[in-house]
């Protein structure tokens, strides 16, 4: 989901070992390998569990268990011979829950090189020996990298409560409801596919706390796209797991399982469940074409059209949020099956650029800060100042975009698209055109170039925790009912937002954030280059309109919805 940790530490920056920190080591050994020679997936799974969970109780003081587990995507295969490296470390604590990072790189010892396998988010909550949960204390981030993986944290919190709803929404969609089954000659029934398999949980197979290892769990089902553990399973259980194909696409089909429990003669209980995705190769590596299949009526039918979501969810997360910031395509199309990842995208990207410790102060004025970052030929500015309003009523004035026009003079007009919910909205910005020297001018006097409009999605996320900052962040999105008009230059915004700190309950710190495109630079440039302090002027109007609004119920915290055309549904 997100960049790498070790790409985040800078250098010269002190060494710190967190104390959740937990590493292993482990040869493969012909043993933990398939047919193929190669490390099997539900092993390493296995070991991956067995490291994030001592991470977990390092930082509990109690024992964990496994609540869930992301999308894993497995980059590489790990041959017999090679070395496995398994670092884990709690990236947050939440009240009775806690974000586990997990990274898997490989070694081969003989040919000294090393790659990177995978990397994965686990969830474990805590497990009193007497029953109930344990308040867990926070942790407090002290590296650069993780301060970016703290942040961060709350935002994978938030697309996991919300998968469900994620989930409902695309199956309501038409579109999903008019899919049809696709007959074929050489389709195959998926209760062909189906597999059902019985293991008895032996005393190797569980924990200190004697319940079945979670891993153990993850071993068995082989491989985990998306897990999610339901309860605990014990010493002494009948583990009964069932395996069918949901669906086939062209190269890769999606197999679900699930994993139920049961002692003597008591009913079935789930422990957990499972979508697997696997991709089909030939003996040259080549993608195979795989049969379709022919689902069963009613609950095969249900499965069918899940996997298609779940397909749809992948490639968006994929396509958004696993690839670096700098990998991610400007201007991406939204629509409603998206928006979850492209506000995800949106806020971490600058609570990413928010981390940054190598800001260079460029000039100051009457407190009034102006920074600048230059980071892989990208350059980011930052400005900085405080206004004597509650951090909270800062951040609700202006996460209003539509009243920036009264103390931005580089916000001409600002129309509101859409509300699509009470953090994230779309609007479209008007801005004036540059004349030479970087100075604001009107359309017809300018002899360089036209007005520039941007469609913008704005997110908005007040604090997770004390010390969590408010958070206002813009970046360029798509919509097929705005394409770009005769007359006006449509610009790009990469990364740009608010970030609003309480100093008191009456002082806020504002930054504000840009990470410079090509559009926006102009506007800056003078500032930068020590030519003007128009920054100055901007913000001082900011902070004077903040003031104006401090006690003023308008504008209203939340922006009204315009009447929606039907077809950006």
Not at 396 to 408: C, I
Not at 463 to 486: K, N
């Amino acid at each position: 989901m997100s960049r790498p940790q070790d790409e985040l530490a800078e250098e010269g920056e002190e060494v710190f070992r967190n104390l959740t920190e937990v590493k292993k080591s482990q040869i493969v050994m012909p043993c933990h390998a398939n047919h193929r020679q190669e490390l099997s997936v539900g092993q390493l799974l296995k070991w991956m569990d067995s490291t994030a969970c001592l991470s977990a109780e390092r930082h509990a003081g109690c024992p964990c268990v496994t609540a869930s587990v992301d999308d894993i995507h497995f980059e590489h295969t790990i041959g017999v011979g090679q070395v496995v490296n398994i670092k884990a470390k709690v990236n947050r604590a939440f009240n009775t829950s806690m974000e586990v990072g997990i990274v898997v790189n490989c070694e081969d010892l003989f040919s000294d090189s090393h790659w990177r396998v995978c990397q994965a988010f686990a969830t474990f909550v805590t497990q009193r020996t007497t029953g109930g949960k344990v308040q867990l204390r926070p942790l407090v981030p002290r590296t650069q990298a993780e301060q970016v993986e703290h942040s961060l944290a709350a935002e994978r919190r938030r697309m996991r409560l919300v998968h469900a709803d994620i989930m409902k929404d695309l199956l309501t969609n038409r579109a999903f409801q008019q899919v049809e089954v696709q007959e074929a000659e050489k389709a195959v029934p998926a209760e062909r596919t189906q597999v059902e398999s019985v293991e008895l949980v032996l005393p190797p197979h569980a924990n200190h706390q004697v319940n079945t290892f979670g891993g153990q769990i993850m071993a068995w089902m082989e491989n985990v796209a998306t897990i999610a553990a339901r309860g605990p399973s014990q010493v002494g259980d009948r583990l009964v797991l069932k395996a069918i194909v949901n669906n086939a696409f062209k190269n890769s089909m999606e197999v679900g399982v699930c994993a139920e429990a049961y002692q003597g003669e008591e009913p079935l209980r789930h422990i957990n469940s499972a979508f697997m995705i696997f991709e089909v190769c030939d003996r040259d590596g080549k993608p195979c074409t795989l049969p379709k299949i022919q689902p069963e009526p009613l609950e095969g039918r249900r499965r069918y059209q899940e996997a298609i979501a779940r397909k749809k969810i992948r490639l968006d997360r994929k396509y958004i949020i696993s690839c670096k910031q700098t990998e991610v395509p400007l201007s991406v199309p939204w629509d409603l099956s998206n928006q979850v990842y492209l506000s995800y995208n949106n806020v971490s990207a600058l609570k990413m650029l928010a981390t940054r410790n190598n800001w260079v102060l460029n000039s100051e004025k009457n407190k009034v800060s102006l920074y600048t970052l230059e980071q892989k030929q990208v350059l980011s500015f930052k400005i900085e100042f405080e206004a004597e309003v509650p951090a909270e009523r800062s951040f609700m004035v202006l996460s209003d975009l539509s009243k920036r026009v009264e103390w931005d003079p580089n916000y001409e007009r600002c129309e509101l698209i859409r509300r699509v919910d009470d953090d994230d909205f779309l609007y479209r910005v008007v801005t004036p055109s540059i004349c030479r020297g970087g100075v604001s001018c009107s359309s017809s006097a300018n002899q360089g170039g036209m007005v520039q409009d941007f469609i913008l999605l704005a997110s908005r996320r007040p604090p997770c925790d004390s010390g969590d900052p408010y958070v206002i962040a813009l970046r360029s999105v798509t919509l097929p009912t705005h394409p770009p008009t005769e007359g006006y230059n449509r610009g790009e915004v990469l990364c740009a937002g608010f970030s609003i700190m309480e100093v008191s309950n009456t002082v806020s710190k504002i930054s504000y954030f840009n990470q410079a495109s090509p559009e926006v630079l102009p506007y800056i440039s003078t500032d930068i280059a020590g030519l003007s302090s128009s920054f100055y002027g901007t913000f001082c109007t900011c902070s004077t309109f903040l003031q104006d609004n401090r006690d003023n119920p308008n504008p209203k915290d939340q922006p009204p919805s315009p009447i929606l055309n039907s077809t950006l549904l």
